[in-house]
């Protein structure tokens, strides 16, 4: 399993653009690269998923450089709900949710 | 609502003891998962299923017992509770083969061994 490593902790303002870089050295040709959401009491969220280059959605875009080593999430203009810890993920379609979640970054957007 | 509902929300038991986590969806999902919230907030899958098929027991002590009775239900029980077993576990669901982007997760159980 390809291992993250992720910021501890971010602290952003609101309206601000907040992006959190996640390495991930050892990834694999088979790789994807997939963002969840965690607030407290919840399980995690899906945000957004890529294999290279740039994705973008309603609530995020992921930027993933060529030697795929490394993605940014980015989410533009916080607001206090988006308070939360952040994971980065990276694992095979097909692993039947062998991924590896590391600790995540927590994100605290303050007024 | 459509969910992966999980049962109970929170456990408390003494060492020693058996006990058992439900867990339900409503999604149509052919595939579900266990994972493992330990105390640093690391997720770490413990079982998934596929049609009520077992396909990844990952490494977990055999004190753990998943059961699919159906591919909407996959509960876990686990016997005689270890302090080290206090954590947050999470069921979770997917249709086959979205690769990480299609699960939904339950609100967690959060057991406490004492």
């Known amino acids: 399993l390809a291992k993250t490593t992720q910021p501890i902790s971010m602290d952003s303002y609101e309206g601000q653009e907040v992006n959190i870089t996640c390495s991930h050295n050892?990834?694999?040709?088979?790789?994807?690269i997939t963002w969840y959401q965690q607030f407290p009491s919840q399980g995690p969220r899906f945000i957004i998923q890529g294999y290279k280059t740039k994705v973008t959605n309603e609530v995020a875009s992921l930027f993933i450089p060529a030697d795929r080593k490394s993605s940014t999430l980015s989410l533009p203009r916080v607001s206090l709900s988006d308070t939360a810890v952040y994971y980065c993920?990276?694992?095979?379609?097909?692993?039947?949710?062998?991924?590896?979640f590391g600790a995540g970054t927590q994100v605290v957007v303050t007024p | 609502d459509t969910a992966v509902s999980q049962t109970p929300k929170y456990l408390v038991t003494q060492m020693g003891n058996d006990k058992s986590i439900k867990c339900e969806q409503n999604l149509g999902h052919d595939t579900m998962y266990w994972y493992k919230q330990d105390s640093k907030k690391f997720l770490k899958i413990m079982f998934s299923?596929?049609?009520?098929?077992?396909?990844i027991n990952e490494t977990v002590p055999n004190r753990f017992s998943p059961k699919s009775p159906d591919k909407a239900h996959l509960n876990l029980h686990i016997n005689s509770l270890e302090l080290g077993d206090s954590a947050v576990y999470f069921c979770a669901s997917s249709p086959t083969g979205t690769g990480g982007r299609g699960y939904t997760f339950g609100s967690g159980t959060r057991l406490t061994v004492v």
């Open positions: 299923y596929n049609n009520k098929e077992l396909i």
């Open positions: 050892n990834i694999a040709t088979n790789d994807y």
């Open positions: 993920l990276v694992g095979d379609p097909d692993s039947w949710g062998k991924f590896q």
